[in-house]
């Protein structure tokens, strides 16, 4: 399984220091691509535009740009603002050249579930009107959308070519799913494969705390990171493939180590 067509990303949320000292790293390691946070703008020297220069000067792609959170199903008196941050986080990915924009599933308790699906065909055909796609992604806490296989009904039922599925190792593995959540999904509507690794499972109480501090490299812990990979390759999975991994050590210590080790661990499950 070597992969030797798929972009291969970062997520900055691993690397310590500036905006731009991430990206100069990501690119230093070998990444093709990164996926960047509304942080990244905001922290930088520059504004979206400088971040674009750089990227391009730095031959980095963007996987997406992230993240809108508790968009879906938003209870009314959150509705509108969150429809304006929508709009609003389109326009930066344009001026960022970012072709993706990546939304998960709401973990807002007063969620309203019937509204879910409305919500997101009005992101979606506002995306279109930005030439953005919408990656929707089922985190393991998130309030009625937890898990891969709910988000992919989500997604056939409203059948736009713009939505697609993110495909996270650590909120399928994490809650003891398996691969039967991915059964029946076309390569072509998986939009990004994120990657990352545990050692031991949390318990529910610690599960947030665990996802946002504590994640691990792909290999550095007992997830069946390959059996994931055999299953893409087996549906001709051609998009992006790289890692998301929440870790304070590793985003504590000099950026260009740790994509450097990033890529190390990402070569290695990659190579099996």
Not at 187 to 209: G, N, T, Y
Request: charge should be negative.
């Amino acid at each position: 399984m070597t992969f030797l067509s798929n972009p291969l990303f970062i997520n900055t949320v691993l690397l310590g220091g500036s905006s731009e000292e991430k990206l100069r790293a990501a690119a230093a390691a070998g990444f093709n691509q990164v996926e960047l946070w509304q942080q990244d703008v905001s922290n930088a020297g520059g504004d979206a535009a400088a971040l674009a220069e750089l990227c391009r000067q730095l031959s980095l792609g963007l996987t997406d740009y992230q993240v809108l959170l508790d968009f879906d199903g938003a209870p009314d008196a959150r509705r509108g603002d969150k429809r304006r941050e929508a709009l609003d986080m389109m326009k930066t990915a344009q001026r960022l050249g970012a072709s993706t924009l990546l939304v998960p599933a709401s973990t807002d308790a007063q969620c309203c579930e019937a509204r879910i699906d409305d919500d997101l065909r009005w992101l979606t055909e506002q995306a279109a009107g930005h030439n953005l796609r919408i990656a929707y992604e089922a985190m393991a806490w998130s309030t009625h959308v937890s898990h891969t296989a709910a988000a992919w009904q989500r997604i056939q039922q409203i059948d736009a070519p713009n939505l697609g599925l993110v495909v996270d190792a650590f909120h399928i593995f994490v809650r003891r799913r398996t691969l039967a959540d991915l059964e029946g999904i076309p390569a072509e509507k998986i939009f990004l494969v994120q990657l990352s690794d545990l050692d031991c499972q949390p318990d529910a109480q610690h599960l947030v705390e665990t996802a946002r501090h504590h994640r691990l490299l792909p290999g550095e812990g007992h997830y069946p990171l390959r059996a994931l990979l055999q299953h893409l390759a087996q549906i001709g999975y051609q998009g992006p493939l790289g890692m998301e991994v929440f870790n304070d050590q590793r985003h504590a210590a000099d950026p260009f180590a740790t994509a450097e080790a990033a890529m190390a661990s990402l070569r290695g499950v990659l190579n099996k």
